[in-house]
């Protein structure tokens, strides 16, 4: 019995944000919209959940330690730092506090996806 609760509790919560990196950042951001999360370990605590609820868009996190290069090109200073991006060109970036929590919600986020999708 408390194997198939273990089972249970394992199979309905695991949702992974994929990550991407230096050698698939420009491919996966190249087309459609495409929100990044730029992320850190040490913050795990303030990452950004709703990544996955989003619609009309694909979502990513980019590890701020692995990919020094995508973080310096962007020039994120804080993290969880969100970038949307169409067809490879940002449209908007959202930042954290001075507690390093992200201040916009899912719905502004999302506001901003269905605003691109509306101008196409």
């Known amino acids: 019995m408390n194997n198939l609760l273990l089972l249970l509790l394992l199979s309905t919560n695991i949702v992974a944000q994929e990550f991407v990196t230096s050698s698939s950042f420009g491919s996966k951001t190249s087309e459609g919209v495409v929100v990044i999360e730029f992320w850190a370990r040490w913050n795990k605590g303030n990452e950004v959940e709703f990544l996955d609820d989003l619609n009309g868009c694909s979502s990513y996190r980019v590890c701020v330690r692995r990919s020094a290069d995508i973080r310096d090109k962007y020039k ?14 940002e449209q908007n970036r959202f930042t954290p506090s001075i507690m390093l929590k992200l201040q916009a919600t899912k719905n502004e986020v999302q506001s901003i996806i269905d605003e691109i999708g509306t101008n196409k």
Request: proline share 7%.
């Open 76 to 89: 994120v200073l804080s993290i969880p730092t969100i970038i949307v991006f169409n067809n490879g060109v």
